[in-house]
């Protein structure tokens, strides 16, 4: 919302410097935005007078002037057509910087005469786009002064930011208000004297509205005013428009636009020689078409608010007007509209036909209930004074809805509810101030009954009540206290799940990964891929269709995340993220799943450590390491080989706890995807599923179990096994273990080999079983007995033999 | 014998003293002391001598044994002392050549600033609360007094899913506020949460990003009011931003779902084009607050006659860009690696008030 300070001075008594007035906007909640106060960079452009202009005795197209100053006279050659001898003009010395071009005037000689300054074109002064000379300023203007005042630049222009539930400081009276309720100054009274009607019009205004929706527009009020003279507006009016960024139109126009911005009072105003018969308000009719006044053309579906003459909808009630009823210069006779619209039928039709005016944004926030008349009578007033003319008397349908209301004000709630003490005193004068009534209720002394002003529907209640004493009172002064703590001491303020989310971040950054955070949406042709069957994923109204749909899964997101570091040169990526994937709409369609993805080789090259592609290996290593990491017995976990499409059937598996708990995929992630996707492998990745852990079993005490070491050696045997190459190294190493449960304490596979001197289609396995006794040690023939049913047991369950 | 014997001591001793390697000692060993040594020889010629002369030359051969044990031993650690240092003169490593590779994860700037908050808002007595990202209309707008058509849904530019037309469509929240919402419907004051989530709007440019992070807070009980609400976010912006005197103001602002609002301010300096937080005479938005309206209250089925409370919220990229000088919001989002090693954190980089929020 953009005013001057003198458009706020014809409201407000007041003799507050504007540094006074814009700090006091924000601390009372109308955030001031920008303050321009254009006079103070004019400060040293001055009203010169051209005592004689004369032609360069070496050139056409300059003239020599002798500028009076007010001090002394100055020689100046100036280029523009319009220099003449006995204009006003302004002019700037020597080392004045000048604020259209950023350029410091210095003395020069131009063509062998002296130039000491300038007399200043309009384009240069940043004041208009157009070359059109010199500025010629009024005959009258006084010489030596700074020339903004005499232009009306002098005025500082205000921008605040209204909050919705203010819409009356969507005017600059209701401003006003506010500042002299805060204390600086007072609001000045406002009287507008009815102006008689000299005839009845013969326009008269009817609505056609369902009882059901007669808030559809509670009030209309009319009036037609004969011959007037569309023109021009005077210059004050196009001054404070112009001011605020509005081009002036019309008189008429103009008027509309001050009288919203004035007193927050939108009007309509008709050419009425275009109605055809009476004013209708009505629903419109499905399929209505409206030229409005933007230049579109709309089609009406049936819930706007029409105002229609018998031949059709002119326009969207407080929302646009139309093309065809709208003044023009030649208008002479208007037809003033000033009604009340419901604010949620309106802002449901300019969302729905994407229409914003001044006029849909201050319906939809609510106007004064109680000024529509008055504002009438302004118009009118306005009207006359601009473009003369006969007014008719009002045409009134309808009645303003009851806005009296009282609300219970208990004193005691400000401090209880605002944290400061505001005496009683202090309280009624503010609320008196803001237009409240204000009265003793029943219950006492410590309660108000509060009647809100008609132009504050927002307020609701006590609470608003509270708002708005603490916040003319100043949220500054309410002391700040601490937070009083329920326990001396914290309690944890993560959950469990909480706790594991952010334990798996630290862990997979532990592994050498990087954290990735990536949108949720995705594109859908990248999310089938990885699973998504759910249309319902889809979003509505993307952004993009590159980012169109819910993910499935993280993987997606890290694979072009890797892609762009390597188109960048980073080729070795080591990415991760813990968030959110989807599966459907509800909340239990939302899993946290902790994402690491690996691509290209394992390491730089590296003089010490040979670097190899990255493998399905690495990303197990990776999801196991992870569910070491969050507490889990990694020992129970199960590997199978069915992981989903997108992975590589060969080179993926699927951690299980037990059938029915998936915890984990991971592998080589599918060549086909990483063509789709345009990323070039090798990539391995796993997904972990945190949400599908078990949770941590709440225990009694934080003791661990009694740590018993064994005081006797172990001994290590190595085995090397020749099996069928499809035989899982794990089927090895539990038939090991199962040899002897009670003396093996673990068998490491140590060496895979196949090549020569293995037969195709087999491997060779080694593994290394370690022995350990509990009870005394153990004897040559022992550890010869345990060896034989090891092999024997991993002959039995692989079909092995042992290698020689 | 006593002859041999000075003989044996003069030339073995010698020989010991100028030997110059272990296997010279060796060889040494054997002539003096071998089973066919000369000393050995001579001890067992002692049982040819009478008696009384017996005890007096065994006493010397034996004399001589040790002396001749000692040396050899004496020279084998000399020896050995200075094979040891010309070993290490020879052996030599270059020191400078680069380490083999060690594990270089980061944890994202978004992460670790939840976590700082977390730390901070846990010391206060906060738990941290989640809720769906894929919400519908009643919590991300109606029950917090936002009906259909307030202007208030306009500045939140929704998404929408596409749904099965069936049901109302649902949305990607707006804010966290919705998960007040659902800690109000589940839980009975007193309350005193924290929400860090991922949040989703409408909007694409230099500063704003369709999916983005906020912490939400909600404190209800019978007692809390504006004053508390100031004393915990003043405490929390002092602590976070690590500015003990940092300058803070609140304005009265709106939104629906608070009454009375404010908007709360940090004390910034934007002199030569540089922003840096504290006393410098300009202002920095960061978040918005203020006391739970009673219809928010009474919406989730709270008395609001009897419970009151406040509620904030503020975006983490924001805190985050302002406390680590991160100058641009989408490159939170692009995965670059040199954007995650330079703004990023080590692992055990982990905040917690006793140990410190940050380094």
Not at chain 1, 293 to 302: A, F, M, P, S
């Amino acid at each position: 919302m953009k005013f001057t300070l003198g458009w706020l001075k014809t409201h407000l008594e007041t003799s507050a410097s504007l540094a006074e007035i814009t700090g006091k906007l924000t601390m009372i909640g109308l955030e001031l935005e920008s303050v321009e106060d254009r006079a103070a960079g004019f400060a040293p452009f001055i009203v010169g007078h051209v005592v004689e202009a004369k032609r360069h005795p070496d050139a056409d197209r300059l003239s020599v002037c002798i500028v009076d100053t007010g001090r002394e006279r100055v020689q100046v050659v100036c280029g523009a057509p319009n220099a003449r001898t006995g204009m006003k003009g302004v002019f700037a010395a020597s080392g004045t910087t000048i604020p259209g071009t950023g350029m410091q005037l210095k003395a020069s000689t131009i063509r062998g005469v002296a130039s000491h300054g300038m007399l200043c074109p309009a384009r240069e002064m940043g004041l208009s786009d157009e070359h059109e000379g010199i500025i010629d300023l009024p005959a009258d203007a006084p010489v030596g002064q700074p020339f903004a005042a005499v232009l009306g630049l002098d005025d500082p222009v205000i921008d605040i930011a209204v909050t919705p539930n203010r819409a009356d400081c969507l005017g600059v009276r209701g401003i006003a208000r506010d500042l002299a309720a805060a204390g600086l100054g007072t609001l000045k009274p406002r009287l507008v004297e009815p102006v008689a009607g000299r005839f009845k019009s013969p326009i008269g205004v009817r609505f056609d509205l369902a009882p059901d929706i007669a808030n559809a527009c509670p009030l209309f009020v009319g009036r037609l005013i004969r011959g007037v003279k569309n023109g021009p507006s005077p210059k004050w009016l196009q001054d404070r428009l112009g001011a605020i960024g509005l081009r002036p139109i019309s008189a008429l126009v103009d008027m509309t636009n001050f009288m919203t911005l004035d007193v927050n009072r939108p009007l309509h105003v008709f050419d009425a020689d275009t109605l055809a018969g009476g004013i209708t308000v009505r629903l419109a009719r499905a399929g209505e078409k409206v030229q409005a006044l933007n230049g579109k053309e709309y089609v009406l579906d049936g819930s706007e608010t029409a105002i229609a003459d018998d031949d059709g909808a002119l326009g969207l009630g407080g929302v646009i007007g139309g093309v065809s009823s709208g003044c023009t210069e030649g208008t002479t006779n208007v037809f003033i509209e000033a009604a009340l619209f419901d604010p949620v039928r309106t802002a449901a039709t300019g969302r729905r036909h994407q229409i914003v005016s001044d006029a849909r944004y201050r319906f939809e926030r609510g106007l004064d209930l109680a000024a529509v008349i008055e504002g009438m009578e302004a118009a009118t007033r306005l009207v006359m004074e601009l473009c003369g003319g006969e007014p008719s008397e009002l045409v009134v349908t309808g009645k303003p809805p009851d806005w009296h209301r009282s609300y219970a004000l208990r004193l005691a709630r400000i401090h209880a509810l605002g944290g400061v003490d505001v005496p009683r005193d202090e309280a009624v004068r503010i609320l008196a101030a803001l237009g409240f009534a204000v009265a003793v209720a029943q219950g006492g002394d410590g309660v108000l009954a509060v009647t809100p002003p008609s132009w504050r529907g927002d307020v609701q209640g006590e609470a608003d009540l509270v708002e708005e004493i603490v916040r003319i009172h100043g949220y500054e002064r309410i002391p700040a206290v601490p937070l009083p703590r329920d326990t001396a001491l914290p309690l944890p303020a993560l959950n469990p799940p909480q706790r594991r989310a952010r334990d798996a971040r630290r862990a997979l950054a532990g592994l050498g990964l990087t954290e990735a955070v990536t949108f949720s949406f995705m594109s859908s042709g990248h999310a089938a891929l990885f699973g998504a069957g759910n249309a319902a994923l889809r979003l509505a109204n993307p952004i993009s269709a590159e980012l169109d749909m819910m993910r499935p899964s993280i993987l997606p997101n890290l694979l072009l995340a890797a892609k762009r570091n390597a188109d960048r040169g980073l080729t070795d990526a080591g990415l991760f993220e813990v968030g959110p994937q989807y599966s459907n709409d509800t909340p239990s369609g939302q899993a946290l799943v902790a994402t690491a993805l690996r691509s290209g080789a394992s390491f730089p090259r590296h003089w010490g450590a040979p670097s190899r592609p990255i493998d399905a290996l690495d990303a197990k290593g990776d999801a196991l390491g992870l569910l070491a990491a969050l507490g889990l017995a990694i020992d129970n976990v199960q590997v199978t080989t069915d992981a989903p499409g997108w992975y590589h059937p060969g080179r993926s598996g699927v951690m299980r706890l037990g059938p029915k708990t998936t915890l984990a995929y991971f592998g080589e992630i599918h060549p086909a995807v990483l063509a789709k996707l345009d990323v070039k492998g090798p990539a391995v990745g796993c997904e972990v599923f945190l949400g599908a852990l078990p949770p941590p079993k709440a225990k009694a005490s934080k003791a661990r179990p009694l740590l018993r070491l064994s005081p006797f050696q172990p001994v290590e045997r190595d085995f090397a096994f020749v099996l069928d190459a499809g035989v899982a190294a794990e089927q090895v190493i539990k038939a090991a273990k199962s040899a002897d449960k009670a003396l093996i304490a673990a068998v490491s596979v140590f060496d895979l080999y196949q090549g020569k001197g293995v037969p195709d289609g087999k491997k060779s396995l080694a593994i290394s079983v370690k022995l350990q006794p509990t009870t005394r040690t153990l004897t040559d023939a022992e550890i010869e007995a345990v060896g034989q049913r090891v092999v024997a047991a991993v002959i039995k369950a692989t079909g092995a033999t042992l290698r020689a | 014998m006593l002859d041999e014997v000075e003989k044996i001591r003069r030339v073995i001793g010698g020989a010991i003293a100028a030997a110059a390697a272990q296997a010279d000692l060796e060889a040494l060993r054997v002539d003096a002391l071998g089973r066919k040594g000369r000393l050995t020889e001579l001890m067992k010629g002692l049982g040819r001598l009478p008696p009384e002369q017996r005890r007096q030359a065994g006493a010397t051969l034996n004399a001589l044994k040790d002396e001749l044990t000692a040396a050899i031993e004496a020279r084998a650690k000399a020896l050995a002392a200075s094979e040891l240092t010309r070993r290490l003169d020879a052996e030599r490593v270059d020191v400078t050549l680069p380490v083999r590779p060690q594990p270089e994860g980061r944890i994202h700037p978004i992460s670790q600033t939840i976590d700082e908050m977390v730390a901070i808002f846990g010391e206060m007595g906060f738990k941290v609360a989640e809720g769906p990202d894929i919400e519908d209309d009643f919590h991300n707008f109606t029950a917090l007094n936002i009906p259909p058509e307030h202007p208030a849904r306009q500045s939140h530019d929704t998404f929408y899913l596409a749904g099965d037309g069936a049901a109302a469509p649902k949305l990607l929240r707006t804010h966290t506020s919705p998960v007040q919402i659902r800690t109000m419907k589940a839980e009975k004051p007193p309350i005193r949460i924290i929400v860090p989530g991922r949040t989703y709007r409408v909007d694409y440019d230099a500063t704003h990003s369709p999916n983005f992070h906020q912490v939400e807070g909600l404190v209800v009980d019978t007692t809390t009011h504006m004053g508390h609400l100031k004393g915990c976010l003043v405490e929390f912006v002092r602590a976070f931003f690590d500015v003990a005197d940092l300058p803070v103001r609140f304005r009265p602002s709106y939104f629906p779902f608070t009454e009375p609002s404010a908007e709360m301010d940090i004390g910034c300096s934007r002199a030569g084009g540089e922003l840096k937080l504290g006393a410098g005479g300009d202002w920095l938005e960061i978040l918005g607050c203020g006391m739970v309206h009673p219809k928010v209250l009474a919406n989730c089925g709270i008395d609001p006659a009897e419970y009151q409370g406040f509620a904030f919220g503020m975006g983490i990229e924001r805190a985050a860009m302002l406390k680590y000088g991160i100058p641009d919001l989408r490159t939170f989002y692009e995965a670059d690696l040199r954007w995650l090693k330079h703004y990023g954190f080590l692992p055990l980089e982990m905040p917690s008030m006793v140990g410190g929020l940050a380094r």
